[in-house]
């Protein structure tokens, strides 16, 4: 198994958030360098599992660099994402995209789509539901709107979408898009009563009749106050431990991983950087280790 990590330098449709997640992936990069260098002998102890994991012989994690994107054309930059997501797919190796703010989520997956037969299906980890249509102040391409441009890719499955940790407060025509389209939610609320591992078996249930299955995380699914450095505060969210548990145990399953909305620019300590470093250490041992505990 071979793994592709894609720096998105992409905050120009945070429309409604704070500008700064353009340059998460150099942060997240820098802060894992400390986990990259602990492999010995081609192994790691993964103490979360209390075992090792052997790691693949050659190449088998390869940093893409960022891409070159248009601050002024949000239709040509988001066509190169999908582009270079397809690209990497059609190698077959599992594409670990780094943004960027959570409109990047429509093209990444629009090449995940492209790159594929079969069914489309998603976990969604935000604190928002992304489900915006459109509006006069954000438009059509925006970190509001996201995840609603990819479930209108033609095999993407709403059925086999389910939206994780999502809190508070939010838009009234959401709802109906919510119950017209089949899609299920599983707020913090819930996610914090039941577990983790509860919490990912539901997510397995959703997504199981999906060919392809895209794990989306939108780092603001955190309480704020273990990740200050995001676009978009919200109160109320999840621990890192509910969430490195609940990652690992979808992992096996997850065809691909995309991290938004780190901002280094509203971080306090790198602390946020750090926790989205250890979140692909994490996907990267599940993904090799190969077992669930969900």
Known sequence: MEFSLLGIPWDFTALRGMPGSRYAPGAVREAFKKISSR???GQVFWLDRQRLVRLPGGVFFRDEGDMGLYAHDVERSFGEISRKVREIAQEGRVVIALGGDD???????????????????????????????ASEHQGRLSHSSGVRRATELSRFRTDRMIQVGVRNVNMPSSLAYIEERGITLLPAREFCRIGALAAARRALEVTAGADFVHLGIDIDVLDPGFAPGTDSVEAGGLSPRELFDFVTAVAPRAGAVSIVEVNPMTDHRNQTSSLAANLIAQFVLAKLDGTADA
């Open 39 to 41: 492999p010995e002998q």
């Open 103 to 133: 409109a990047t989520t429509f093209p990444i997956v629009r090449g995940l789509h492209d790159a594929t037969d079969g069914t489309i299906g998603l976990i969604h980890l935000d604190a928002h539901l992304d489900l915006l249509d």
